[in-house]
Structure formats: structure tokens, C-alpha cells
């Protein structure tokens, strides 16, 4: 990677800027792409999925790591050609144009797989949700998101980011902020902060059906989190639910831990 241009030099070479509309924000210091795919390491060969790579800043981090085959994942066609610069022809580097929401992992890779990326703002919290409840289970994610998001990913009961994406994140994962990055960083700079989250599947994850009822429960609890669980949950049971999973009706849902929500998830499998 060392005899290619910088990323500016790419972007201003092919006329190229971010798009809004695609939430777009670009890393282009590869001190700072290096340390992500270090921290999202060591991958064995094993291949690694990034999405929304634009200039391919972190995609040049990940090729010179020990990940197998990299795999990219872009909607936006004009990034198509920087991208295919980087090709040494080693049949290492693959490139998928498509939105990362519709496309199917497990036809882009074989056994288990990473998925390193820095997410474009608009579609993170989906993608998440598509990777923690879908049919493919990545080896390991290791995301940038928003800072606000990456916070209510790793909320803990009490805190006043958690809530829905923390319990469902928490069911199926082992998560950990691992980095934080000032707007600067960016190019062009957001108005927020941001933040990579290390998320490892737990082997005793719940199953496909556990995982649904909890979504039900979960979206029911926090969709109204000021009300008691007697209330926000009337309608799948309410209080008898409550006392069936050994939870106090007059409870918040900001201050039931992960292990309370699968009770009630186990509890709505029974009729409450």
C-alpha cells in the first residue's frame, strides 16, 4: 500500500466528494485506520466484510493486516474505480456494488467472517440490528458508529442511553467501546463525535425465536420507558407477564438487566 497516492490525492484525482445523502464521512488518516483493524485483530485469515469503504481508507488498513479475502460492500458506484486501484490481482480484494441491507453474507464469504467498517450514519443502527437477529452470525464486529449510538449499544440499566439497542445487542454479543474519535477526524467533519464498538457473538446466544419475542418485549418496554411494566406491557400480558418472568410490575424498563428481559421473553413464550 505504500507506493499508492494518499486518499486526498484519490479523492482530488477523481473529483470526488462525500455524499449526504449516503451519510458519508470519510477517514482518511491511515494512522487512525491501522488502529481499527488493529483493535478489531488478529483475524487468522479469516475474511473480513467492510461496508460503506468510499476512498478505501480502511480497506488499505485491512489489506495489509492478516485478514483473508476483504470484501467490500459499496452502494456508491462512483467510489468503484478507487476501490479497483487497489486490486493487486491476487484475488484477495473482492468488490460488491450493493446496499448492505439487502445483500446475503454467507453468499460473500465462506466460514466464519469479521466485518470491520466504518458505518455511514444513516443505516449503522439497521445494519447492526441485520447482523445481531439475522440468518449469518459474523465471528466478530468491530463498528464505528455515532458516539450517542455506540453508547446505548453498551448501556448498562440506569444509564440514560439504555435501552432497546442494549438489550438486544447485550443478548447476542460481548460489547466494548474501544475507541473514541473527535469530528475532526472526518472528512468532511459531522456534528457529532463517534465511537467503535468490538462486538464477539456469545456462544450461548439466544435462539432465533427467543430473539423475536425479546425484540417484542423489548420494543413494547422501552417504546414507552416512563410508564411501569404493568402498563407498557399490558398488551402481551402486562402484569401476570411480569409476575410470570419474576419481575415487579411496578418496575421501569430502564432498570431491568439482561437477564430480566429473557425471563420475559421466556415468559411470553409460555402466555405470559
Known sequence: MTDLPSLRETLDAHGLLA?????QHFLLDLNVTRKIVRLAGPFEGRAVIEVGPGPGGLTRA?????????????????FLPLLAELDDGSGRLVVVEGDALKVREAELVEGPAHVVSNLPYNVGTALLIKWLT???TPHALTLMFQKEVAERIVAAPGDDAYGRLAVISQAVCEARLVMHLPAAAFTPPPKVASAVVHLVPKADR???ETLKRLERVTAAAFGQRRKMLRSSLKTLGG????????IEPDARAEVVDLAGFLRLAKALDRGG
Open 19 to 23: 455524499k449526504k445523502s449516503f451519510g
Open 239 to 246: 402484569t401476570a407477564l411480569c409476575e410470570a418472568a419474576g
Open 62 to 78: 485491512l489489506l495489509e493486516s492478516d485478514a483473508g479475502r476483504v470484501v467490500l460492500v459499496e452502494k456508491d458506484p462512483r
Open 206 to 208: 439466544p435462539d432465533a
Open 134 to 136: 439475522g440468518p449469518w
